[in-house]
């Protein structure tokens, strides 16, 4: 059996990790967050919709990907609406499960 890893690590001098929270009391849409960083993992959290909805992406993952907790706990992968890598930061797409007008999101990122 060949086994193939891979991993990257960010100097020791280098920390970026953000974290916030976001709430659009507007018409839900796709938002950017800015964290100063391009993250290589990136976590969102609605813990008011009907129970926790997560959606997480990794560094690896295609953009608009990521994997999604239900409140029920059923995982799937996303493949669109899912969370984009920026420059200097990411966007989340408007997944309706987790991006529920005038509901309060929590997001950490880490580069």
């Known amino acids: 059996m060949a086994v193939t890893s891979t991993q990257s690590k960010a100097p020791a ?3 970026n990790v953000a974290h916030g929270r976001y709430i659009d009391t507007g ?3 796709a938002f950017d967050i800015t964290c100063g960083f391009k993250p290589r993992y990136v976590k969102v959290v609605n813990h008011n919709a009907s129970g926790l909805v997560t959606i997480e ?3 690896g993952m295609a953009d608009a990907a990521g994997i999604k ?3 029920n706990g059923t995982r799937t992968e996303l ?3 899912g969370i984009t890598p920026l420059s ?3 966007t989340v797409g408007l997944d309706t ?3 529920v007008t005038s509901e309060q999101l929590s ?3 880490v580069g």
């Open 13 to 15: 001098s280098v920390n």
């Open 27 to 29: 018409t839900a849409a």
């Open 57 to 59: 992406w990794m560094e």
């Open 69 to 71: 907790t239900a409140a």
């Open 79 to 81: 493949t669109t609406l």
């Open 88 to 90: 200097y930061g990411f």
């Open 97 to 99: 499960d987790l991006n």
């Open 107 to 109: 997001w950490q990122a």
